[in-house]
């Protein structure tokens, strides 16, 4: 079974898991359910989501979330492109690949994909229409500053936060129903929430900037 996880990041910069939802296939009429669940309890607006590429949850965001913008994550960008990279230009694309990433706007990680685009397009010509195809979700990412990209790119947090459902998941080879499983990650959440006890760094600045970017529909919830 598959347990979907939804991580927010509430205006007085914390980290909060938001749900936890077992089982289901991944289409847009489950997305839609899951979006509508964080409303009816109480999540009024999202300045922005940060997802892979999953079948249906752009549609199912933009019906529920509409002034939301969606942002495509990059590592995920960059793991998808790799898997259709040789392992010995592994390396060198993926140093390559920063110059596009950390652009200081989109103009600029433009041109870089186009440099990559010469060097590298005819031996692995889907690693990079990847993201020319995905290029409207992905593009947003630049209006931010260094200090809100980590917070959207950074999956360290919820690698992490995988690895200890992982841990108490793995010793329990049968669970009784999905309901079992929920109460069993729901526990481990509560243990590793405890530790999230500190701010993103410099969300003073954060706050700011995405004030000036969003304005009232910001500062309502302060």
């Known amino acids: 079974r598959a347990a979907y996880i939804v991580l927010g990041v509430t205006v007085e910069g914390y980290k909060e898991i938001l749900s936890i ?62 898997k259709y990279v040789n392992y010995n230009d592994l390396k060198k694309f993926s140093a390559d690949f920063k110059a596009v990433y950390n652009a200081p706007n989109e103009s600029a990680a433009l041109s870089e994909l186009e440099t990559i685009k010469e060097k590298w397009g005819k031996k692995y010509p889907y ?19 260094g200090d809100i990209r980590r917070i959207m790119y950074t999956t ?16 329990k080879s049968v669970f009784p129903s999905d309901t079992a499983l929920e109460k069993m990650l729901f526990l481990a959440s509560r243990n590793v929430t405890k530790k999230w006890t500190q701010r993103y760094r410099n969300w003073d600045q954060v706050l700011n900037q995405l004030i000036i970017l969003y304005d009232e529909r910001l500062t309502a919830y302060l």
């Open 156 to 171: 360290n947090i919820i690698e992490g936060l995988n690895r200890q459902y992982r841990k108490v998941t793995k010793t």
């Open 127 to 145: 690693a990079i229409s990847n993201w020319e195809n995905n290029w409207e979700d992905v593009s947003s990412f630049f209006q931010f500053s």
């Open 21 to 82: 939802t077992v089982g289901a296939n991944e289409t847009s009429k489950f997305w839609l359910g899951m979006l509508n669940d964080l409303k009816n309890r109480g999540v009024q607006d999202v300045l922005f989501f940060c997802v892979d590429g999953l079948p249906g949850f752009k549609d199912a965001i933009q019906a529920v979330f509409p002034q939301a913008q969606i942002q495509r994550c990059v590592i995920h960008m960059l793991r998808n492109s790799f």
